[in-house]
């Protein structure tokens, strides 16, 4: 049996519609006990963090299409098993000390959903006040 290209084609067509069947699981679960910051501070978390690291994932329509949506929803996870500001109660005292350094290398972490929604990154003007409530 030879594969041509076209048979090769006509495959990966039929494994990339299959691959949408499997299930994920994208769900928001409440915010049981979010982060309390000045509103300021609150909407810049919210634009750069939350969509990995809280229970308020914003899942867009590119979420929905495998597999771009296993790499997102495996994010996702990894994001929320080591910070989620939607459940401050239960993050470790050192956490401030980590989102500080973070925030404070800039886009460099995340670079790649970063540069896909470069609205989401933190303007000059919203690192300084973050860092700024980050030492208190
Ligand atoms: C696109 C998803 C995504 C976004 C957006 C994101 N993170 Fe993360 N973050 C992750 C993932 C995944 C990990 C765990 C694996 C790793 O370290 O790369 C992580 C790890 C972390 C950690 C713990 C590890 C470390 O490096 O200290 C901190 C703290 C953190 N992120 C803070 C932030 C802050 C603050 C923001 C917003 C300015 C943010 N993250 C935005 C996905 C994200």
Partial sequence: MSLSLKSIGSWSILMLM????IPLKRINPPAVSD???PTVIKSSLKKACYDCHSN???WTGIAYIAPISWLLSSTVSSGRNVLNYSVWNKQSSTKKAQIRRVIAQGSMHQRLYYTWNPDMQLTDQETKK???????
């Fill in 18 to 21: 299959l691959m949408q069947f």
């Fill in 35 to 37: 982060i309390q910051t």
């Fill in 56 to 58: 308020e994932t914003r």
């Fill in 130 to 136: 973050l860092l700024r409530w980050l030492n208190d």
